[in-house]
DNA sequence: CATGAATGAGAGTTCATTCAT
DNA sequence: CATGAATGAACTCTCATTCAT
């Protein structure tokens, strides 16, 4: 028992300096032993958790979109109206990007470079398909625009992602009165107009 | 004068090398020896042209985004309404993203990723100020929404780099309709609603 | 009394096991971790019966020589005639060689590599004394060649070796008629022409 | 051609490091970086000749065996008759174990472990065909015995192998009369006796 | 007696960069 | 201007060995 939390605390451990190092320096530049150093083990403990760095960036990003997806979800029902339920989710998606950046930016850099195997980029967009029952929904009460789900996907969350770099890169704050005007832009661009 | 005519075309050579490799490995896994290699120099010949790989990818970065800002303006002249400068420009950047999505691709990659040095970065960035500029004038005519410029770049543009990277990636066709579709959510999310 | 008997059992195990892996893969491309998962014990486990990989290698080499010699003598006894003797020996080797292939093709390895200490070789090679008396005697008696026992092994015993492993590379198998010629030739060359 | 003359001698350098140190130590008790310590070259400078530590043992055994078998055949021609054509050619490879102890320990090592490649091995012993000719013509004129080439082998040649290790070990040094005697068993194990 | 977890040291290999030509 | 050869440094990963349990 003591010995198997031991062994959760540091492939958490493992998984955390995983993201915070690829975070800021790439996948490529970002060498196992630091890992190991930021995760105060030895680089040789890394292989005895993942078979090798290629599955521990996988099985992290995996688990980071699972947790992602996970907040998105967490208080959205499926008896809300599309309004609500769209409402909902948003504003939780947001909050998971601004308040859990870390996380949030090591999914960017995963989704926008070549770094996760095919394999492990599937596995990791299986858990958002509530939001698309939520759109087909919204699609058949003429409330969603009657679009390819990328194209809604593109317009209602994506853009929070650029946002939230923007905002890293320190170039601009996101205070409140953004998150309503983007859930504005967001809500305009995919519901139907009347 | 031939001598310098042939130096460009190595220069040339090296920079559609980087791009092409770096597209499908990402940065850090593409080797000097495997850019010179796919532009018929050899690798102490780089640094005949740059001062170092970091260089190299950041001229190469500029490079694409000075091209990249060229063609989005190219049919564009401040003369034009608001409402039709926006179109204009748009549909000209969409149409960069889908003919020289190699290009675009790399300003993905190089946007979302900690590979480009923060002066390039800069660098890069100036060169799409006549969109500002038109926004500015929409603020002003009460055309465009009063927002920040980046939440109207979040919306209006970035989504096409989602749009692009999902087809890239074999997901979704984009077609004439999408693009039409594309436009119609982007113009309605930045624009005042009447 | 039970728990000795496990030891022994174990102890065994990793005998048996590091024989076979070393044949198949040699001393240095043969973990320790490899042989526990063959023996069925933790890695940690061998080191409660040897001291480390070379003290394992050494006593497996020990332990197989003894074997090889006690087979080979098992049917001998000094009051037989040099020839016959010599017959009933050579024989018996052949037939370890055979029939035993795994644990000769070890002794080869061991006998023709610097994997063995020089102690374990020397302790290795006292066992053989029987059959360099029943030489001696041989020599006395005018029916061997006065050659050294080097020369008299070179000939008489080790192209046993060389036949065993084409045979267990599959370049060629050794029959009944085959051993016989092979007989004939090894004595051939020791005994002396009259 | 001074760059390449340079080139050359650093692939000897390497291939005779090779060799001195896996006689000594074993192929994988031998690190690429003792080879290129002893070679006076930077490890990577090894991957400038070779592929990989197995292909540069591989070329090394192909290029002492080639080296072993053209000397073997130096003086030998196919008109001789067959009893001095065996002598000579016996004479020759006595002569290659004794003076060039280092390469034909390393051949014992290679042709006794599974350090070498299948293929490799293949390709080192085409070169022996003169000999397994002569051995035809001799089968054919009743002067060889009928056997298989294996068995000739195992017992005209073989053994100088044997000879050869013991003599390294310095348990027996091997002078001109033990030749003499050696040859005297070897052509008697395989000659027709008449 | 037996173990799984842990690790420091070192293995093979790659690569950005330099330099003599 | 252009190069192929060379390399030191750093990479990923393995392994003999130890130790708390």
Not at 180 to 192: D, F, L, N, R, T
Request: hydrophobic share 40%; net charge positive; charged share 25%.
């Amino acid at each position: 028992m003591a010995k198997l939390q031991k062994s959760i605390d540091k492939r958490n451990a493992l998984i955390k300096a995983t993201i915070e190092l690829v975070n800021n320096n790439g996948f490529h530049a970002t060498p196992m032993s630091k890992i190991a150093k930021m995760a105060n083990v030895s680089p040789a403990t890394i292989y005895l958790y993942f078979d090798n760095k290629q599955d521990l960036v996988d099985k992290t990003y995996i688990e980071v979109k699972a947790a992602y997806t996970h907040y998105a979800f967490a208080t959205y029902n499926e008896k809300m109206s599309v309004e609500e339920g769209f409402k909902i989710v948003w504003k939780r998606i947001a909050d998971f990007k601004l308040k859990e950046s870390e996380n949030a930016m090591f999914l960017v850099q995963c989704d926008n470079t070549p770094m996760i195997s095919e394999t492990s980029r599937k596995e990791g967009i299986k858990h958002l398909q509530p939001l698309l029952d939520l759109w087909n929904r919204g699609k058949k009460e003429g409330i969603i625009k009657p679009l390819s789900d990328y194209l809604l996907y593109a317009y209602a969350i994506n853009p929070l992602s650029f946002l939230m770099i923007v905002q890293k890169r320190g170039a601009f704050t996101l205070d409140k009165t953004h998150i309503e005007e983007a859930y504005q832009s967001a809500w305009s661009s995919i519901k139907v107009c009347k």
